[in-house]
């Protein structure tokens, strides 16, 4: 160790010494920091963790805050809820905290959320939802700090405030105390989950600014403060529906862009089908963008997949199948399910140098999240 890297060492200890209560100075490349992710919990795409995490096995990160907006119907809740099976599927503890009283069990269990081990809170107030996530973490600090936690606030614009709950109806002034209020329990939370396996997400509605004729005309519900704490916030659009041959609607195609990211690349923008009885149709996304990036060839109805060793470049194995059949191939196959996987995220983690990088090379633009 330099002289420097010495001096900094007896600052550091000096640090901790002085804050007796916690660890407060470290060295980042020792980890154990409250900016390290000590884990990620799936979406349920594939396309949207990829451009969340931009890493393999990426998606929502634990120890963090992430926010889910957009408008009503554009599959937010439904976001959550598969955030929800994900942790469950890791052996965690999923709690879904419902302010708008809409949760439907049937729906949960099609996704995969084990609902006999699911905890569902219902409350109306946001003190009562930060009074909840902090003696959920305090219970987990006393316990066991090693069980994930994934804590869904579903949504934070219909919660009240006990100031609104108590007042009347044509009374004003209760969005500016609600504001107040989110604002000094974010800097409590955010800090209390930065060292512990809970991942906290929030819905959250989009609202139109009134008058706004340039730039972003939407903001979210509740100020500032979440927008500011989140690590990650996501904004979602229903981009169109989808039916079947009676013309029946069965779903609605999803598009979601990141708006904020401070663990990837944000402005990324994916889009993946979500079915009213199964959830997202992950692999059907798959399929998409294997054919987008040319990883396998199409012929008329048949689809055409190499499946080569990554080394030798031998081929394996080739199959030829319809659309249909693909969620079904991935399956029975986990080799070929894996190859598939390694291959997508060689398409879609952004990898450039900004080094390599000339001026006539950057193309500056004007678009903005209002255009999602």
């Known amino acids: 160790m330099s002289e420097k890297d010495e001096l900094a060492g007896v600052i550091a200890d000096e640090l901790n010494k002085q804050f007796k209560h916690q660890k407060v100075a470290y060295f980042l490349e020792e980890g154990g920091n409250p900016t390290d992710v000590t884990g990620w919990i799936s979406t349920g795409s594939t396309m949207l963790d990829l451009a969340i995490a931009n890493r393999p096995n990426g998606g929502v990160a634990v120890g963090k805050i992430t926010e889910l907006n957009g408008l009503e119907g554009s599959g937010k809740s439904l976001i959550g809820s598969h955030l929800l099976a994900s942790t469950q599927k890791q052996d965690g503890i999923a709690v879904y905290i419902d302010t708008e009283s809409a949760v439907s069990q049937e729906y949960l269990r ?59 109806f044509d009374k004003d002034g209760w969005a500016t105390a609600k504001a107040i209020i989110i604002s000094k329990a974010m800097r409590k939370v955010t800090q209390m989950i930065a060292r512990q396996k809970v991942a906290l997400v929030f819905t959250n509605q989009l609202r139109q600014k009134l008058g706004v004729m340039f730039g972003d005309p939407w903001t979210t519900s509740g100020g500032k403060a979440l927008p500011f704490h989140s690590s990650t916030r996501v904004r979602f659009k229903n981009a169109g529906q989808i039916k079947d041959g009676n013309k029946t609607t069965i779903g609605i195609k999803i598009k979601g862009q990141v708006i904020k990211n401070r663990l990837g690349p944000p402005m990324r923008t994916v889009e993946f089908p979500l079915y009213f009885d199964k959830g997202i149709d ?30 030798t470049g031998e081929l394996i194995k080739e199959y030829k199948f319809l659309s249909k059949d693909f969620e079904k191939l991935m399956l029975e196959n986990s080799e070929l399910k894996d190859y598939c996987y390694g291959l997508i995220c060689n398409a879609c983690i952004l990898k450039y140098d900004s080094k390599e990088l000339g001026i006539d090379d950057v193309v500056e633009t004007e678009e903005s999240v209002d255009e999602l």
């Open 110 to 168: 099609a996704i995969g959320v084990d609902t006999t081990k699911m905890l569902y809170v219902h409350l109306e107030t946001c003190e009562e939802i930060f009074d909840t996530i902090e003696t959920i973490v305090t219970k987990i600090r006393e316990s066991n700090k090693d069980k994930l936690v994934t804590i869904l606030v579903d949504s934070l614009a219909a919660a009240s405030t006990k100031q609104e709950m108590d007042a009347d």
């Open 282 to 311: 992950d692999f059907g996304s798959w399929l998409t963008v294997m054919k987008e990036h040319k990883l396998l060839k199409v012929g008329g109805a048949w689809y055409t997949l190499q499946h080569c060793d990554l080394e």
